[in-house]
């Protein structure tokens, strides 16, 4: 029985959800997907898919964001059988670290070995333009560094090591693959760090000029903590960012999620190129 109240997540509680799938499917998908705000054309490449709802898996955290779906798309893509979680969960949302982390850890449990995250963002990075996708080299975990860390708590040793090396969060050989389908393909790839905020504010000008200091070429409130629990897996990541506005450094713009949601259901399309291609690859 799960214990959803506990920040903290156990490896019966992570397995019980993974009973749970495989009593639904045969397959045993070797890479996972996970979907930001807009993108779930992403789902519909799968073929032959199968279906579950998050709200059948008990403890699973709840998706409260208009743009996440709230399920599990298991099915063949390109030839390979994978896993779909169409339906992201947030911290803003009121969910632990801890909390945040099952997804990718039933995505390796269940024996992805590969894991391939997109996310809606906006540009930092004043070369940018709405509508490009970046390719994420590597991210700023803010959240992290005050401790709200889904590694926070009793290690999983099962799982992976206390203490998990991030110097290379994002695999380059899947970096190096996904530019060459990007060359191919015709689709123009930006590349930069991804700077993780809590949310669910959109940042303030001087809050973005203290971004744009530190390095950062694109900013979001996902992705960073579902990156460091499949690295504590062992897992290989390739992080895929569509910036779907840009910031205002001065504050002449205001951000809206509505604008967050149009955009990207322009970027899809280039994400479900990118991936298809980099997954035929794998």
Request: aromatic share 4%.
């Amino acid at each position: 029985m799960s214990n959803s109240n506990s920040d903290f997540v156990t490896v019966e509680e992570i397995d019980s959800i993974v009973s749970t799938i495989k009593m639904k499917i045969d397959a045993r998908p070797k890479i996972g997907l996970i979907l930001g705000s807009g993108l779930g054309a992403v789902a519909d490449a799968i073929d032959s898919p199968t279906e579950i709802s998050t709200d059948e898996l008990e403890g699973w955290p709840r998706s409260t964001v208009e743009g996440h779906a709230g399920k599990l798309i298991i099915g063949i893509l390109e030839g390979q059988s994978v896993c779909v979680i169409h339906g992201r969960q947030h911290f803003y949302e009121g969910h632990s670290m801890g909390r945040l982390a099952i997804p990718v850890r039933v995505l390796n449990r269940l024996g992805a070995e590969v894991l391939i995250v997109t996310n809606a963002a906006g540009g930092v990075n004043q070369n940018f333009e709405a509508g490009d996708v970046m390719l994420i080299t590597d991210h700023i975990n803010f959240p992290g560094m005050g401790g709200h860390t889904p590694l926070r708590g009793p290690n999983l040793d099962e799982m992976g090591p206390r203490f998990p090396d991030m110097s290379q969060a994002y695999d380059r050989d899947l970096q190096r693959v996904a530019r060459e389908v990007a060359a191919e393909q015709g689709i123009e790839l930006r590349t930069g760090v991804y700077f993780f905020l809590a949310g669910p504010t959109f940042e303030t000008p001087a809050e973005l000029q203290f971004l744009k200091a530190n390095g950062a070429d694109s900013v979001g409130m996902s992705t960073v903590p579902e990156v460091t629990v499949a690295r504590h897996a062992g897992m290989r990541v390739l992080g895929l960012s569509g910036i779907t506005n840009m910031t205002s450094l001065d504050g002449s713009h205001e951000a809206t999620h509505e604008e967050t949601l149009s955009v990207s259901s322009r970027i899809a399309p280039k994400i479900v190129r990118l991936i298809k291609g980099v997954v035929a690859r794998l």
